[in-house]
């Protein structure tokens, strides 16, 4: 029996007459988590995790119809049973566990093993179909942990303090910045926020999450801001808004930033291995602790990952086509 599928308008369960973080306007969408490549405009009815609630208003308008489950709580659309479970990707992110006649389902959107100490940490769900993601699906990424990625950064940020410059961090407005904000030393410095990043943050106090750091404005006094950090996302990197931080070193921090090439590419002082995505090996972990027999790999290496899966584990692997984008633009990397 066949669960889950992909159509023009995306990943669609035919038995529920529902779809996963759809592409294209459906009446009824579950949502995975908030970044925009699973999170689009246009359906006639979201059910997200309670968290994701408030990103999906700022992100999507507030008239939209939507409706916030807690992890774990089951429900039930047309003799289909689901359950949203922590996938450990960002706040409010979840895998999505569908049974039916006694087969069960689970796709996890994007997610992470390793416990980053502000995301629900990732839940190991059972199943006999199992969707993966594998944006860092190849043998050549491998993460430092995380906890030693925020020493080196606030060990960085002291640095460049001590030497008379901001330091700007940058990250994705939602997941990263709120990762790196928590684990900021908050005693080095000043800590301030591209609008972007300050957006994101006063959604989630809705739901109770507090960030350091003040936003940007036009009452801001740049001439005495000396060895702060600025947290923003990574499209104001190269723009005018930056003249006013001089002098500044800038800080990228990515899963990407493990490839010089991409380090170089940024033009960035520092690269910082960090990622709300799986490594090569949680990958493996993950696939394998399912237990599931059927595996399908979506956004990222998935013929590679596909064919590995194959081979080392005696497991049926396939790709599975979507239109989610691992990319270094995208939102999620």
Request: aromatic share 12%.
């Amino acid at each position: 029996m066949t669960l889950l599928t992909v159509n023009e308008n995306g990943l669609y369960c035919k038995q529920g007459d529902f779809y996963i973080d759809p592409w294209r306007p459906v009446k009824l969408a579950l949502i995975t988590h908030g970044h925009s490549d699973h999170m689009r405009w246009g359906m006639g009815h979201y059910i997200c995790h309670e968290h994701t609630v408030p990103l999906l208003k700022l992100r999507l308008g507030e008239e939209q119809s939507a409706q916030g489950v807690s992890y774990g709580e089951e429900f039930e659309i047309n003799g289909v049973t689901l359950s949203f479970h922590p996938a450990g990707h960002i706040i409010g992110s979840a895998q999505i566990r569908l049974v039916y006649q006694g087969e069960v389902w689970v796709f996890t959107g994007d997610y992470k093993l390793e416990n980053d100490g502000l995301s629900e940490p990732f839940e190991l769900v059972s199943c006999d179909h199992f969707i993966s993601e594998c944006t860092f699906g190849l043998p050549i990424y491998h993460f430092p942990k995380t906890l030693e990625v925020y020493a080196d950064i606030n060990s960085w940020w002291a640095a460049n303090a001590e030497e008379g410059f901001n330091t700007i961090l940058y990250g994705y407005s939602l997941g990263k910045a709120q990762n790196i904000l928590t684990h900021l030393d908050t005693s080095l410095g000043e800590v301030f926020l591209h609008g972007a990043v300050a957006n994101v943050n006063e959604a989630l106090s809705e739901v109770g999450y507090q960030f350091p750091g003040m936003r940007l404005g036009s009452d801001t006094n740049f001439s005495n801001m000396k060895g702060a950090v600025i947290v923003a996302p990574p499209s104001a990197s190269g723009t005018p808004w930056l003249r006013k931080f001089k002098p500044y070193r800038e800080g990228m921090c990515s899963g990407w930033m493990q490839l010089r090439g991409s380090r170089r590419r940024r033009s960035m002082d520092r690269g910082f291995v960090l990622s709300d995505h799986c490594d090569w090996q949680q990958l493996n972990k993950a696939v394998i602790a399912t237990g599931a027999k059927h595996i399908y790999l979506t956004h990222g290496y998935e013929s590679n990952f596909a064919r590995w899966i194959n081979e080392q584990y005696g497991l049926h692997a396939t790709v599975l086509n979507t239109l989610y984008r691992p990319d270094m633009e995208g939102e999620d990397s």
